[in-house]
């Protein structure tokens, strides 16, 4: 009859040899699980969702956790089936190094997957050259943003005669100096705009003046939009 008994050398000597098989079977079962749990988890509805994308090289969305319950709170006062404001990192670097960036940009875009940006030069002028952005003119003649001294950020576009016009494509961020404190983003340079065809533009555009109030006045008791306040 075979020896069969397991002794701790030959379990050290097996664990040796096998580590490897052992290691890539914990990583497909941890994989697994979390399909599994992204595959089950409730879904929240695009229209019932207000996500901004920091599209740079490099961001922090957790850095401005807090900022998105406080926008949450806040929004859900004007528009209370909303559930949810998140930020998401977008790898955007410039093209000519990193010819991904745009690629994951029109995905996002084709899937109507996105309602607003805090987005570098590279990503902004790729939003304005294909058509993205919503026109921020009528809102910001009506005070939006206007508590808040952010540099308007004017585009040309081209309408289906061939005619050019001027439209206000965002808001410039540069004043905004938490976002680079919190280590979440780089604000110099960057921009503030609003995807064209998001399924919930207004909860959209409160949501983002909540952000801007909190972010120019941290420590502030309240971030309530200006022109909600004086309505």
Same mark, same amino acid.
């Given at each position: 009859m075979p020896h069969t008994k397991m002794t701790w050398s030959a379990f050290r000597e097996h664990l040796r040899k096998m580590w490897m098989v052992y290691l890539i079977g914990i990583a497909v079962c941890l994989g697994a699980v979390e399909l599994l749990w992204t595959v089950t988890e409730p879904q929240i509805?695009?229209?019932?969702?207000?996500?901004?994308? #920091?599209?740079?090289?490099? @961001?922090?969305?957790?850095?401005?956790?807090?900022? &998105?319950?406080?926008? *949450?709170?806040?929004?859900r006062k004007q528009d209370p089936s909303l559930q949810k404001v998140e930020f998401q990192s977008l790898q955007y670097a410039d093209p000519?190094?990193?010819?991904?960036?745009?690629?994951?940009?029109?995905?996002? #875009?084709?899937?109507?997957? @996105?309602?607003?940006?805090?987005?570098?030069?590279? &990503?902004?002028?790729? *939003?304005?050259s294909g058509g993205a952005l919503l026109p921020l003119?009528?809102?910001v003649a009506e005070g939006w943003m206007e508590a808040y001294g952010l540099e308007p950020y004017y585009a040309s576009r081209e309408n289906e005669n061939g005619e050019k016009s001027t439209f206000l494509?965002?808001?410039?961020?540069?004043?905004?100096? &938490?976002?680079?404190?919190r280590e979440a983003f780089r604000e110099e340079g960057a921009f503030l705009a609003v995807f064209a065809n998001g399924t919930?533009?207004?909860?959209?555009?409160?949501?983002?003046?909540?952000m801007v109030g909190v972010l120019s006045a941290e420590g502030a008791q309240e971030a309530v939009p200006a022109s909600a306040a004086s309505g």
């Open positions: 509805p695009d229209d019932r969702t207000v996500l901004i994308y #920091l599209a740079d090289s490099s @961001s922090n969305p957790e850095a401005l956790k807090d900022v &998105a319950e406080k926008m *949450l709170e806040e929004t000519e190094l990193d010819y991904t960036g745009p690629m994951i940009l029109m995905a996002r #875009l084709t899937g109507g997957d @996105s309602d607003a940006f805090l987005a570098n030069r590279f &990503a902004m002028e790729d *939003l304005v003119d009528e809102f494509a965002g808001l410039k961020l540069d004043s905004l100096h &938490a976002l680079s404190e919930n533009q207004a909860a959209t555009l409160y949501a983002l003046e909540v």
